[in-house]
């Protein structure tokens, strides 16, 4: 219960400053509730001009990335477990590897990456690289769903004259779905709060921004509109919220559940 205080407050406290008036977000004395609660903030948000495309551009990312990687990761995964391959081990280790490079160390090389590929400023700059940095840790986590499917339904399957692309997208896939879904939460979240690539690769075309750069409005060398800041937070998570809620039965299945035999 301490710890799930600990995560939670953070949330409480942007919420609660989202719904105060300036003078009290200001207030050199912030007190953890309010008697004036108001809206100002979020007129101030759904006010400014852009924020309908910068929603629009980051659906489009976070949903290329979520059904990209998945379907990536799952037949890689597929091939890893089930196939004998040389140097299957080293790949696999190479994705392990992968995870523990930060992020920051490789923005600059995938800026001059971006850059020869002619895909600065359009949402492909956004797509790609998110793909990349979510495999890893997809291929990994699905690789364990693969592994538990019994090596004997494969062989019921083919017995039963099931041919190989059957087999895999009418019986594997199916049971290897919740780890799909658990995987797809994490890309979807790390690609929907992501602010460093949107940051680096948009650079003039501001019609391709997502919803994190609309924080910038917010912000004023002199003051910050921290009222306006924490109501754009508010209101970035309530589309992860909402994609948790629809998804959560089988997240809880994926990050537990093993296919029993």
């Given at each position: 219960?301490?710890i799930?205080?600990?995560?939670a407050?953070?949330?409480y406290w942007?919420?609660?400053s ?18 004036k ?6 007129r ?8 309908g495309?910068y ?13 990209a990687?998945?379907?990536i ?7 890893v477990?089930r196939f ?16 523990m ?8 090389p995938?800026?001059?990456l ?6 600065l ?5 956004l ?5 990349a940095f979510s ?30 692309t059957?087999f ?7 049971l ?8 797809s939460?994490?890309s979807f ?8 690539f949107a940051?680096?690769f948009?650079?003039s075309a501001?019609?391709?921004s997502?919803l994190p ?15 306006g800041?924490?109501a ?9 919220l ?13 990050l537990?559940?093993a296919?029993?035999?």
């Amino acid at each position: 219960m301490l710890i799930a205080l600990l995560v939670a407050f953070p949330l409480y406290w942007m919420a609660l400053s989202a719904f105060k008036p300036s003078d009290e977000v200001q207030s050199e004395r912030p007190m953890p509730w309010t008697l004036k609660p108001t809206l100002d903030s979020f007129r101030r948000v759904f006010e400014q001009e852009d924020l309908g495309r910068y929603f629009v551009n980051s659906v489009i990312v976070a949903l290329c990335v979520v059904v990209a990687s998945g379907l990536i990761a799952f037949l890689a995964a597929t091939a890893v477990t089930r196939f004998r391959f040389r140097l299957r081990t080293t790949l696999l280790i190479l994705f392990l590897a992968a995870q523990m490079v930060p992020v920051e160390a490789l923005t600059i090389p995938m800026f001059f990456l971006m850059r020869d590929f002619g895909t600065l400023n359009s949402l492909g700059s956004l797509i790609l690289p998110h793909i990349a940095f979510s495999l890893p840790f997809a291929i990994w986590m699905l690789r364990g769903f693969v592994r538990a499917v019994p090596d004997s339904l494969e062989e019921q399957a083919y017995l039963d004259g099931a041919s190989r692309t059957r087999f895999l997208w009418q019986i594997l896939f199916p049971l290897v779905l919740p780890g799909l879904v658990a995987t797809s939460v994490f890309s979807f979240i790390a690609t929907w709060n992501d602010f460093l690539f949107a940051k680096t690769f948009i650079i003039s075309a501001t019609e391709n921004s997502t919803l994190p750069m609309a924080l910038l409005v917010f912000f004023d060398e002199e003051t910050p509109d921290w009222g306006g800041v924490m109501a754009a937070s508010t209101v970035m998570t309530v589309p992860v919220l909402v994609f948790f809620i629809a998804v959560h039965r089988r997240l809880v299945s994926g990050l537990g559940g093993a296919v029993k035999d």
